[in-house]
């Protein structure tokens, strides 16, 4: 018999969450069928974990910490990604000016191509401050020291800053 507290907050920890993990799982796939199948896997996994959270972190840090298990365990048991502009990470919004959303997808594109050349462990630090995660949610979730996620980041940022082109 299922437990209907659980599963209301199951369901309002992935639906408030679910626009950043597609994100998450779109930065390690690279198509979005792949992406979904990914989200899914996460979703499952939330499910099984939830009753063994202990409130130690946040419930969205206790979620990413999953997701970011998974995405490893996924790319580590994949084929190396073929193209990048194979990639797709959000459906269009529809209410946009065609116009406003084509250059805003541009520019998306052209970070999160530049994000996805990055060293596996500079792109995990961006990815997580990129859904605005503090210092301390993005150690937790990776596993490493505060200190370390800042180190990561610089580096990441001078990476990115080459990639694209812009001077230091």
Same mark, same amino acid.
């Given at each position: 018999?299922?437990?209907?507290?659980?599963?209301?907050?199951?369901?309002?920890?992935?639906?408030?969450?679910?626009?950043?993990?597609?994100?998450?799982?779109?930065?390690?796939?690279?198509?979005?069928?792949e992406r979904e199948d990914l989200l899914q896997d996460i979703?499952?996994?939330?499910?099984?974990?939830?009753?063994?959270?202990?409130?130690?972190?946040?419930?969205?840090?206790?979620?990413?910490?999953?997701?970011?298990?998974?995405?490893?365990?996924?790319?580590?048991?994949?084929?190396?990604?073929?193209?990048?502009? &194979?990639?797709?990470?959000?459906?269009?919004?529809?209410?946009?000016?065609?116009?406003?959303?084509?250059?805003? &997808?541009?520019?998306?594109?052209?970070?999160?191509?530049?994000?996805?050349?990055?060293?596996?462990?500079?792109?995990?630090?961006?990815?997580?401050?990129?859904?605005?995660?503090?210092?301390?949610?993005?150690?937790?979730?990776?596993?490493?020291?505060?200190?370390?996620?800042?180190?990561?980041?610089?580096?990441?940022?001078?990476?990115?800053?080459?990639?694209?082109?812009?001077?230091?």
């Open positions: 018999m299922e437990d209907p507290a659980r599963e209301r907050r199951f369901l309002a920890l992935l639906n408030a969450n679910l626009p950043a993990l597609g994100r998450l799982a779109g930065s390690y796939v690279r198509s979005s069928a979703a499952l996994a939330l499910w099984q974990a939830l009753p063994r959270f202990r409130g130690e972190s946040s419930e969205r840090t206790f979620l990413f910490r999953i997701a970011h298990n998974h995405c490893i365990d996924h790319i580590t048991r994949r084929r190396p990604m073929a193209s990048l502009h &194979e990639l797709e990470l959000d459906p269009p919004d529809g209410s946009i000016p065609i116009e406003t959303r084509l250059t805003g &997808e541009q520019d998306s594109a052209r970070l999160m191509n530049a994000v996805r050349q990055l060293p596996l462990i500079q792109r995990q630090v961006v990815v997580l401050a990129l859904e605005d995660m503090d210092y301390a949610e993005i150690a937790q979730v990776l596993g490493i020291t505060e200190n370390n996620v800042g180190v990561r980041l610089n580096r990441a940022r001078a990476t990115l800053r080459k990639l694209m082109g812009e001077s230091p």
